[in-house]
């Protein structure tokens, strides 16, 4: 399994007991989801390695996991800080204008009041917020991926349609239009 696969599923915090336990910090909207999970990759050493839970507790978006083979201190310390997955396929299907950042790349972008405006390259995750990045011709657009500007998704036709902020994309259609020509 490759990471393009997978979705991040959290971190492990910390070594808990004698016996190989540890600590999960949960990155999930939906802990609960995960209270019967029997397995997680585990990145380690930039390749994603499988582990079969053998006990898991949840304690809001902390989980104190037993892995099968780690059963001492120094297993578990070998993994303190390292990288939980999960197959993209546990994911819950989103709805209505919900989407994941990774299945939106390749989306066509439509805005209300100038149509076509080119094809989502990535979601950029900034903490402040999301932006959609799109590519128009050899030409990068930058539209915040705000509920209050996403219409609707069409996920059959790989779409989505949006009403940027008044004045947006003309920042970005006169930055093209009104350029120099090169000599």
Do not use: W
């Not at 839970?53 to 104190?64: C, D, E, G, S, Y």
């Amino acid at each position: 399994m490759t990471k393009n696969e997978c979705f991040n599923f959290g971190y492990i915090s910390k070594r808990i007991g004698n016996k190989g336990e540890l600590a999960f910090v949960l990155d999930v909207d939906e802990p609960l989801r995960y209270k019967k999970l029997k397995s997680v990759f585990i990145e380690l050493n930039a390749a994603l390695v499988p582990f079969f839970i053998t006990k898991i507790q949840l304690r809001n978006t902390i989980a104190v996991v037993s892995l099968e083979g780690i059963d001492s201190i120094e297993k578990a310390e070998e993994l303190v800080k390292a990288e939980l997955y999960l197959p993209l396929s546990m994911l819950p299907a989103l709805k209505g204008k919900k989407f994941y950042f990774h299945e939106v790349p390749g989306f066509t972008v439509i805005d209300k009041n100038y149509g076509n405006i080119g094809i989502i390259e990535k979601v950029l995750d900034f903490p402040q917020q999301s932006i959609l990045q799109i590519k128009k011709d050899t030409h990068e657009i930058l539209i915040p991926a705000r509920e209050e500007f996403i219409i609707r998704i069409d996920r059959d036709a790989r779409q989505i349609e949006v009403q940027a902020p008044d004045g947006l994309i003309d920042i970005y259609l006169n930055n093209l239009n009104n350029r120099p020509e090169k000599e």
